[in-house]
């Protein structure tokens, strides 16, 4: 069955991005061309998604002639939420899919009922998933890399 996506484009960029600096060994980079190249991110949208990576400090970016990226923290501490969060912003709780502005189980929309088990199981998936958890899985090639040592 094939997968489905329910994420943007500019999400799935930063979790293949996050997935591959996680393989990483601890103190070492990759360049902006590697990283792109391994997370298969066209190298000038990868550029906007590090920048909100590096302010949101999921991400240490060194400039100039060798640098590159790795992860600001073990992988183990960094969540998919604060990875989504930091390229499209925080996540209201309340949003309304009927486009009510906010809505909840005391005054419902006609969706809420249906987007509240999906957003329960969003929930769920963004603040039980580690970047540990994918660290490497299907990344032989990235691996493989010569990665820059700090």
Excluded at 43 to 52: A, F
Excluded at 65 to 91: D, K, M, N, Y
């Amino acid at each position: 069955m094939p997968q489905r996506m329910l994420l943007n484009q500019t999400i799935q960029y930063a979790l293949r991005a996050m997935s591959v600096l996680a393989a990483l060994r601890p103190g070492h980079f990759l360049t902006a061309t590697q990283l792109a190249e391994s997370a298969s991110v066209p190298p000038h949208y990868l550029s906007k998604v590090m920048r909100r990576l590096v302010l949101a400090d999921l991400v240490e970016g060194t400039k100039g002639h060798g640098g590159g990226f790795t992860l600001h923290r073990p992988a183990s501490q960094i969540r998919f939420r604060e990875i989504v969060e930091a390229v499209s912003g925080p996540l209201e709780a309340d949003a309304c899919a009927f486009g009510w502005g906010q809505c909840n189980a005391r005054k419902p929309c006609p969706l809420h009922v249906a987007f509240e088990s999906l957003n329960s199981g969003l929930d769920e998936w963004l603040d039980g998933q580690t970047l540990d958890r994918v660290a490497g899985h299907g990344l032989g090639a990235a691996r493989g890399r010569t990665a820059r040592k700090a």
